[in-house]
T-cell receptor, first 113, second 113 residues
Framework: AQSVTQPDIHITVSEGASLELRCNYS??????LFWYVQSPGQGLQLLLK??????LVQGIKGFEAEFKRSQSSFNLRKPSVHWSDAAEYFC???????????FGAGTILRVKS | DSGVTQTPKHLITATGQRVTLRCSPR?????VYWYQQSLDQGLQFLIQ???????AKGNILERFSAQQFPDLHSELNLSSLELGDSALYFC????????????FGQGTRLTVV
């Protein structure tokens, strides 16, 4: 069965500092991978996705993620965090037939000024 | 705004009652997904419909049912509600049901008292 692990429940970074959120997945074939962001009281917004090709993918709001098959990882990065990035971030992998999303538990990002 | 509309935004009801959550997908999207987000279970896939037919089923309780209508809107029916059903219920839609990005609605916050 597919699974996603986000090892960090909470992360606090200073505004302007770099960010890396970790994501490890378990999936038998080539995965479809996603990062979503959820602001308080809001829905889920897609930041970026990986289906195939270039392993470094660019997303919205200055985020990027790198797919590393050998490490079964898909970590999210941002070079300089803004206070508005404070939110909960979810990594997800597409299910067996490429339809349902399996989500990690989420990482809550706090940004301190 | 993702283009996916969910109503109502908030719902408070008593144990044992039945409620219906409604989802209007983005224009042109044929697939609708329902997810439940709770503190103890995280984000869990419930069920998917594609062009009116059930396509995939996840951890959906027998007390819950869903359908997709000819105009492609979907309803999630929750009956014999228990306190543990309190959660945020998300609807998402996509053009196809396979490996494409799902656009999420803002969710319906259900509180069972």
């Amino acid at each position: 069965a597919q699974s996603v692990t986000q090892p960090d429940i909470h992360i606090t970074v200073s505004e302007g500092a770099s960010l890396e959120l970790r994501c490890n997945y378990s999936y038998g074939a080539t995965p479809y991978l996603f990062w979503y962001v959820q602001s308080p009281g809001q829905g889920l917004q897609l930041l970026l996705k990986y289906f195939s090709g270039d392993t470094l993918v660019q997303g919205i709001k200055g985020f990027e993620a790198e797919f590393k098959r050998s490490q079964s990882s898909f970590n999210l990065r941002k070079p300089s965090v803004h206070w508005s990035d404070a939110a909960e971030y979810f990594c997800a992998v597409c299910g067996e037939y490429g339809n349902k999303l399996v989500f990690g538990a989420g990482t809550i990002l706090r940004v301190k000024s | 705004d993702s283009g996916v509309t969910q109503t109502p935004k908030h719902l408070i009801t008593a144990t044992g009652q039945r409620v219906t959550l409604r989802c209007s997908p983005r224009s042109g999207d044929l697939s609708v997904y329902w997810y439940q987000q709770s503190l103890d279970q995280g984000l869990q896939f419930l069920i998917q419909y594609y062009n009116g037919e059930e396509r995939a089923k996840g951890n959906i309780l027998e007390r819950f049912s869903a359908q997709q209508f000819p105009d492609l809107h979907s309803e999630l029916n929750l009956s014999s509600l228990e306190l543990g059903d309190s959660a945020l219920y998300f609807c998402a839609s996509s053009v196809t049901g396979y490996g494409t990005e799902a656009f999420f609605g803002q969710g319906t916050r259900l509180t069972v008292v």
